[in-house]
Structures are given as structure tokens and as C-alpha cells.
């Protein structure tokens, strides 16, 4: 299950890909300019960019890897009765009546949104107590901080 990717993942990965390789061409003359300036070994500007590139370089290579290896899940075609990879589930937390949205998704895709949903990996404690899961089913996550109790209110 660590492979898995929806597919909006998977094109905010690509986005990335190209991001990097967009910011290749920049900075490939960056290091141009700055070797022009005389002496590497007293060059900060040179050492800078060099590393930029290093960073670019490496992200860009485990980015590609990885998306070589991931398989995409379209979770329009899976049921919605219970909670599975990709979907968007609202649960209620039962300490405080807080209601929290979270969309269950691979580890690849854990980051800030614009939307309410936050991105929970199916790998994750919570994301492991919500899969499978029905409305209306209470769920017991073990946390660090203790022990919390949900109740699934939506699956979409």
C-alpha cells in the first residue's frame, strides 16, 4: 500500500518534475556567471549555485524514481460506503465534538491544501483506524498524546 497514489498526487508530482527541470535551465547559467568570476576555490557565488544544482538534481532523480514505482489509484471507482484509499472522510471527535475532514491518501501526497481536507497517509495511525471503515462507526486512535475516539460522520 506504500506505492499508492491518487491521481491528483500524481499530477501535482509532475508539476514538481517540471518545476525542477524549468529551474535546471536557470540555473545552469547562474553557475556559468558565477565560474566567469575568477578563482572556484574563493567563489561563494559559485558554491552556491553548485549546491542549488546538487539540490535540484537529487529532488528531481528521487522524484522521478519514485513516480516509476507508484501506482495510480482512481478512487472515483471505488465504493463509498466505506472509507478507502482516496477518499474524503468527516469524523467527529468525540473528547471535544470537533469535527475534522481528512482525505486518506499515500505517503507521497501528505502536504498543506487549500481545501479543509487535511492529507492523512493510510499508513499513519488515523489513517489505518479510518480504512474500511462505515458512518456511523467509532474508531479508537493511539496516539503519542493518548488515546482519541472518532465518530465517522461522511464518506465522499
Given at each position: 500500500?506504500?506505492n499508492?497514489?491518487?491521481?491528483?498526487?500524481?499530477?501535482?508530482l509532475?508539476?514538481?518534475?517540471?518545476?525542477?527541470?524549468?529551474?535546471?535551465?536557470?540555473?545552469?547559467?547562474?553557475?556559468?556567471?558565477a565560474?566567469?568570476?575568477?578563482?572556484?576555490?574563493e567563489?561563494?557565488?559559485?558554491?552556491?549555485?553548485?549546491?542549488?544544482?546538487?539540490?535540484?538534481?537529487?529532488?528531481?532523480?528521487?522524484?522521478?524514481?519514485?513516480?516509476?514505482?507508484?501506482?495510480?489509484?482512481?478512487?472515483?471507482?471505488l465504493?463509498?460506503?466505506?472509507?478507502?484509499?482516496?477518499?474524503?472522510?468527516?469524523?467527529?471527535?468525540l473528547?471535544?465534538?470537533?469535527n475534522?475532514?481528512?482525505?486518506?491518501?499515500?505517503?507521497?501526497?501528505?502536504?498543506?491544501?487549500?481545501?479543509?481536507?487535511?492529507?492523512?497517509?493510510?499508513?499513519?495511525?488515523?489513517?489505518?483506524?479510518?480504512?474500511?471503515?462505515?458512518?456511523?462507526?467509532?474508531?479508537?486512535?493511539?496516539?503519542?498524546?493518548?488515546?482519541?475516539?472518532?465518530?465517522?460522520?461522511?464518506?465522499?
Amino acid at each position: 500500500m506504500a506505492n499508492y497514489i491518487t491521481k491528483d498526487g500524481m499530477q501535482r508530482l509532475r508539476r514538481r518534475v517540471q518545476e525542477l527541470i524549468d529551474a535546471r535551465a536557470e540555473i545552469i547559467k547562474q553557475v556559468v556567471v558565477a565560474r566567469e568570476m575568477g578563482d572556484l576555490s574563493e567563489n561563494a557565488e559559485y558554491h552556491a549555485a553548485r549546491e542549488k544544482q546538487r539540490d535540484i538534481e537529487n529532488e528531481y532523480n528521487n522524484l522521478s524514481k519514485r513516480m516509476g514505482i507508484l501506482i495510480v489509484i482512481d478512487h472515483d471507482n471505488l465504493s463509498k460506503d466505506t472509507a478507502r484509499f482516496g477518499a474524503r472522510v468527516c469524523m467527529q471527535n468525540l473528547d471535544n465534538n470537533e469535527n475534522i475532514y481528512l482525505q486518506l491518501v499515500g505517503g507521497d501526497e501528505v502536504f498543506k491544501s487549500d481545501d479543509d481536507y487535511e492529507r492523512t497517509s493510510i499508513l499513519s495511525p488515523r489513517g489505518k483506524a479510518v480504512i474500511g471503515k462505515k458512518v456511523g462507526d467509532i474508531i479508537e486512535v493511539k496516539a503519542p498524546k493518548g488515546t482519541f475516539r472518532f465518530k465517522i460522520i461522511s464518506i465522499k
